[in-house]
């Protein structure tokens, strides 16, 4: 099993789902530390958390203080570097833009832990649907913490 020494999550403005999980995975404890980013397949201009986002994590304990939203590059694709998208559109614009994008190192999150639906973009929706959006998070970042601490399926 390959050990990874980051992990990237990734969606499509990183002002959301991506630092919203990057927030998740940051509380919980691994047995080997990995650097943990939040970036953006589209970032125009930085962008700060989105503000439902914002609320709903500092109301689970969560400072994302200062974050502001960072384009995906070339950089981010290390051999040591683990790429979490929130939908599989977004593993196929990777790969289309990124000639470092390796298969084995690109993964759509819910899949790698084992669940069916991607995690869904709440923007636009009410606080309870961005608060949905977390809960859903968690459940699978801590899903993804089980194997990463275990040395579950991932490759």
């Known amino acids: 099993m390959k050990e990874y020494n980051k ?3 990734v969606a499509e403005s990183g002002s959301c789902r991506a630092p919203m999980a990057a927030g998740i995975l940051g509380e919980c404890i691994l047995k080997h530390p990995v650097e943990v ?3 953006g397949l ?3 201009f930085p962008e700060p958390l989105n503000q439902k986002a914002e609320a709903v994590m500092i109301s689970n304990g969560i400072n994302m203080e200062g974050y502001m939203s960072t384009q995906l590059s070339e950089e981010d694709f290390a051999d040591d570097a683990l790429i979490l ?3 599989a559109v977004q593993a196929e614009k990777i790969f289309e833009k990124f000639e470092k994008a390796k298969p084995e190192n690109v993964h759509v ?3 790698l832990v084992g669940d069916e639906l991607e995690i869904i973009n709440p923007y636009g929706g ?3 649907v961005y608060g949905l959006c977390y809960e859903t998070l968690r459940k699978t970042v801590l899903k993804l913490v089980n194997l990463l601490n275990e040395g579950g399926r991932y490759v």
Do not use: K, S
């Open 109 to 111: 999150l819910t899949e």
């Open 42 to 44: 589209v970032v125009l």
């Open 7 to 9: 992990i990237v999550f």
């Open 37 to 39: 980013a939040a970036r």
């Open 85 to 87: 998208v929130m939908e």
């Open 126 to 128: 009410t606080l309870q």
